[in-house]
């Protein structure tokens, strides 16, 4: 099955692959062209909350509730993004089918996740107001260890699907460091300082960016991406997670 989901992503003309290796659902597993059977799709209905956090609006309103709370609320709640847009909570079928996708190698559940994504008309609607997807990038040796970005292939297929530009070489990944769920809060924010570069700047100028990841948990790492992408001078920066612990 390794083999089979590393061969989906390299092979442009898939129909091949499937005449011998099948589609499946990616939830249940059954034969399935989409990827998601209408059974797996209630139950992913029933756990989606397709939620969206205004963080500017968030921000001022904290602000404007007590001036007292400035230096709190400045080490809480400084981000670098304008919203969030996620799917569901990080639970549940949910949780489960993210690790798989992210630690055995199910690299095809990425076109589980975003036909589930596109059956939202009201969300993909949110996300075309983006004009460039950036998806958060892996070091060259988790890549080689996993075989794929989980991330980049969440953000080829909305890209595709949505036709909006997506840019890979923009920003990068520049060491390995330690799985940032395997720490606290506090180390989180101190390993993930000094992890990304920018290049080409001039291709993200006055562009209206949507950063993709998985999971977003403590924000440590879309913020620092977004850090990041912020001296390309961009026109708004949003980020988009399947799901949000």
Do not use: W
Not at 96 to 119: C, D, G
Not at 170 to 197: A, D, H, W
């Amino acid at each position: 099955m390794k083999k089979i989901d590393k061969m989906r992503q390299k092979f442009s003309v898939p129909k091949i692959l499937n005449l011998i290796y099948p589609p499946v659902c990616g939830i249940c597993g059954k034969l399935n062209n989409n990827f998601l059977c209408k059974k797996c799709e209630k139950a992913l209905e029933s756990e989606a909350v397709f939620g969206v956090n205004d963080i500017i609006k968030k921000e001022n309103n904290i602000k404007d509730i007590n001036k007292e709370f400035n230096k709190i609320f400045d080490k809480e709640f400084n981000k670098y993004f304008d919203e969030h847009l996620y799917i569901f909570k990080y639970e549940g079928i949910v949780r489960k089918a993210i690790l798989k996708y992210k630690f055995q190698e199910e690299a095809y559940l990425y076109k589980t996740f975003v036909n589930f994504l596109l059956k939202n008309k009201n969300f993909f609607e949110k996300i075309k107001k983006y004009d460039t997807i950036i998806p958060v990038p892996i070091s060259k040796k988790r890549f080689k260890l996993r075989g794929y970005n989980q991330s980049e292939l969440i953000g080829k297929e909305i890209a595709k699907k949505l036709n909006i530009n997506i840019e890979t070489e923009c920003l990068f990944k520049m060491k390995n460091i330690t799985e940032q769920s395997k720490l606290s809060k506090e180390e989180r924010l101190k390993n993930i300082q000094g992890v990304y570069k920018l290049f080409n700047n001039e291709k993200l100028k006055d562009r209206k960016i949507l950063l993709v990841d998985d999971i977003y948990t403590t924000g440590s790492t879309v913020n620092e991406c977004c850090k990041i992408l912020k001296e390309a001078n961009p026109k708004k920066i949003g980020v988009f997670t399947l799901a949000k612990d």
